[in-house]
C-alpha cells in the first residue's frame, strides 16, 4: 500500500507564510490523486479546507491554498494567524478508490 | 449543506461486531459522490476505512477489507459501518465524512470487556 508523507512538525510566525507538503511513495501527486487537507484542533474533528487538490471549501479561509509543487501536493497558509495551530492532514485518492492519509503536521503559531 | 451525525454503541466486547450509522440532515447524500468512514486511535493520526460511491460501488483499506462492510441506505438518508472480530487495536473515534469534505463530530468506540 502507498504511504503517503508530511513534515511531522512545522512552526510558522503570526503573519507570515508557511507551505505544508503531502508526497506520495509511487511518485509525483497529480490532480488525479484528488487531494484533500484537512485541519484538526484538539478534541475537535477534522475540519475540510481543501478538496480536489485546490478547491477551497466556503467555510475555509481564503489564507489557506492549495496546489502542486515539484511532485507533491502542498497546502499555503498566508498570514498565519493564532487559531491556525492545529494538526493538518492530508489524504490521496489512488486507483480502485482507496485513500491513504498522511500521518500529519503538527504546525505552531509562534 | 450537509450535517452528518455518527450514532451507535460506545462499547463493544472483543471478538464482537462494531456497527456504526451515519444520518445526514440538511442536505441529501443521493448527491454525494462518495461516503466514507475514517478512524483516530486515541492520540494518532487518521486512518481511512473505506467508501461506498454514489453508484453503491464499495472500496475498503486492505488492512480491513476482511472485517469491514459500508452500506446505505438511501431512502433513509444514512449509511453504515460494520466491523467485526473486533479488538483493542479498533479503539478510536469513528468519523463519518461525504463527499465534498462534510464531516460528522465523531464516535468514540471502545473495545473492551
Known amino acids: 500500500q502507498a504511504v503517503v508523507t508530511q513534515e511531522p512538525s512545522l512552526a510558522v510566525s503570526p503573519g507570515g507564510t508557511v507551505t505544508l507538503t503531502c508526497g506520495s511513495s509511487?511518485?509525483?501527486?497529480?490532480?488525479?490523486?484528488?487531494t484533500y487537507w484537512f485541519q484538526q484542533r484538539p478534541g475537535q474533528a477534522p475540519r475540510t479546507l481543501i478538496y480536489d487538490t485546490s478547491s477551497r471549501h466556503s467555510w475555509a479561509p481564503a489564507r489557506f491554498s492549495g496546489s502542486l509543487l515539484g511532485g507533491k501536493a502542498a497546502l499555503t497558509l498566508s498570514g498565519a494567524q493564532p487559531e491556525d495551530e492545529a494538526d493538518y492532514y492530508c489524504c490521496l485518492y489512488y486507483s480502485g478508490g482507496r485513500v491513504v492519509f498522511g500521518g500529519g503536521t503538527k504546525l505552531t503559531v509562534l | 449543506q450537509v450535517q452528518l451525525q455518527e450514532s451507535g454503541p460506545g462499547l463493544v466486547k472483543p471478538s464482537g461486531t462494531l456497527s456504526l450509522t451515519c444520518t445526514a440532515s440538511?442536505?441529501?447524500?443521493?448527491?454525494?459522490?462518495?461516503c466514507s468512514w475514517v478512524r483516530q486511535p486515541p492520540g494518532k493520526g487518521l486512518e481511512w476505512i473505506g467508501q461506498?460511491?454514489?453508484?453503491?460501488?464499495?472500496s475498503y483499506n486492505p488492512s480491513l477489507t476482511s472485517r469491514v462492510t459500508i452500506s446505505v441506505d438511501k431512502s433513509k438518508n444514512q449509511f453504515s459501518l460494520t466491523l467485526t472480530s473486533v479488538t483493542a487495536a479498533d479503539t478510536a473515534v469513528y468519523y463519518c465524512s461525504s463527499h465534498p469534505g462534510y464531516w460528522g463530530q465523531g464516535s468514540l468506540v471502545t473495545v473492551s470487556s
Open positions: 461506498i460511491s454514489q453508484r453503491g460501488t464499495t
Open positions: 509511487t511518485g509525483a501527486v497529480t490532480s488525479g490523486h484528488w
Open positions: 440538511a442536505g441529501s447524500i443521493s448527491t454525494s459522490q462518495w
